[in-house]
């Protein structure tokens, strides 16, 4: 049996369900406006439009619970890892599950 290496490119932006405990759902909209700053609208052409993170812009993402109070820090790393599993659902149904939490 041969094993599958995917890598991640880049994933558009979309509308989901964030499933998320209650302390750190009020960082989402903060966690989707930094997306939406990093995001490149139009990675692939206007064909498949949309604003598209690449694996650095999720780094960067990931940096963002930095920028909080130390009692605030793990509530906002928590709303970024919901966020990021909640947009990349379904991405790699057929290869098993995606962890995005590597190096982390």
Same mark, same amino acid.
């Given at each position: 049996m041969s094993v599958l290496h995917l890598k991640l490119c880049a994933f558009a932006l +979309? &509308?989901?369900? /964030?499933?998320i405990e209650s302390?750190? *759902?009020? $960082? @989402? =909209? *903060?966690v989707? =406006? +930094? *997306?939406?700053e990093l995001a490149v609208p139009n990675l692939y052409g206007s064909e498949l439009g949309g604003?598209? @993170?690449? #694996? &650095?812009? /999720?780094?960067?993402? =990931?940096? @963002? #619970? &930095?920028? $909080?109070p130390a009692n605030e820090i793990e509530f906002v790393r928590l709303a970024v890892e919901a966020y990021l599993l909640a947009q990349t %659902?379904? @991405? $790699?149904?057929? +290869?098993? +599950?995606?962890?995005? *939490? %590597?190096?982390?």
């Open positions: +979309t &509308d989901c369900t /964030i499933q302390h750190s *759902a009020k $960082y @989402l =909209r *903060a989707h =406006r +930094t *997306a939406l604003f598209w @993170l690449t #694996p &650095d812009q /999720i780094e960067q993402l =990931r940096k @963002l #619970p &930095d920028c $909080y %659902e379904g @991405l $790699y149904a057929s +290869t098993g +599950t995606l962890s995005l *939490a %590597e190096n982390h």
